[in-house]
């Protein structure tokens, strides 16, 4: 029984895949059509890509086009190539401005340039340029379907940015770069107002202002001090129960005595 049943799924395989490379073969764009069709709702997505690839500049400009060019996009998406999905999705809208299927292809198009983001540690222009595509969709689907994921996909790019003006700042700071930690950390702060990194920036940015006050010549300590207590206080006055509120009151405190002794000097 099972063996029968194992022999008839071979057999049939076979067929499957004789039917394949006879369409692959043959010259008859209907017939390939209609078979890339099938595959494509099989979820074969890289046969029917295939037999896709071969027939597409053939159906430009015939009723059939606008399916057959939405499905040809919608397969490199299902393999992963988000470049060239994208990219297809997009000649999609140019060219079929008025199909029902418009507006799926111009989130598509858009999320395809959300896979191509790399990790925040990386070069950040494929994100800036997702969030560009993401913006844009959302401008001109305001009611869409797919509102809400798009601006959730808005909100984890516009977070790598930050990590990755963040972390830059920070590492500013870990090779004792005070001053230019200092710098990026108040670009940081500037540019993204609402981050959820606020609060360590607040203090890394006191950090790097107290490492340097402290490392500094006399003659620029009091003023160096001076600004490294006002970062501690923007640090307290945002943030009171700031798990980092404790060593940095302790580091204000060793810089207020200093500072006294400047002063007391003077």
Not at 240 to 246: G, H, M, P, R
Request: hydrophobic fraction near 40%.
């Amino acid at each position: 029984m099972k063996k029968g049943l194992y022999i008839l799924l071979i057999s049939i395989l076979f067929v499957s895949c004789s039917d394949f490379q006879k369409a692959l073969r043959s010259e008859n764009v209907a017939e390939k059509f209609e078979m890339g069709t099938e595959l494509f709702e099989a979820e074969k997505w890289a046969k029917a890509h295939r037999i896709f690839e071969q027939i597409l500049p053939k159906y430009r400009g015939k009723p059939q086009g606008e399916k057959l060019t939405f499905m040809h996009a919608m397969c490199s998406y299902k393999l992963g190539d988000y470049y060239i999905a994208s990219y297809h999705f997009d000649k999609f809208t140019d060219l079929y401005s008025a199909s029902e299927k418009i507006e799926e292809a111009a989130y598509l198009a858009a999320k395809g340039y959300y896979f191509n983001s790399p990790v925040y540690s990386k070069e950040q222009k494929e994100t800036v340029e997702a969030i560009e595509k993401l913006q844009l969709f959302v401008n001109a689907y305001p009611d869409s379907q797919y509102l809400a994921e798009a601006n959730k996909l808005v909100k984890e790019l516009d977070y790598k940015l930050e990590k990755k003006a963040f972390e830059i700042a920070k590492q500013y700071d870990l090779i004792r770069d005070y001053k230019a930690s200092i710098k990026a950390f108040n670009n940081f702060l500037l540019e993204f107002p609402g981050t959820t990194l606020r609060n360590e920036a607040l203090f890394y940015r006191f950090d790097a202002a107290h490492n340097l006050a402290v490392k500094s010549v006399d003659y620029l300590k009091r003023e160096r001090i001076k600004e490294a207590i006002g970062y501690y206080e923007s640090l307290k006055r945002a943030f009171s129960n700031s798990e980092f509120l404790e060593d940095a009151t302790m580091m204000k405190d060793k810089l207020q005595q200093e500072l006294n002794t400047i002063n007391t000097k003077s």
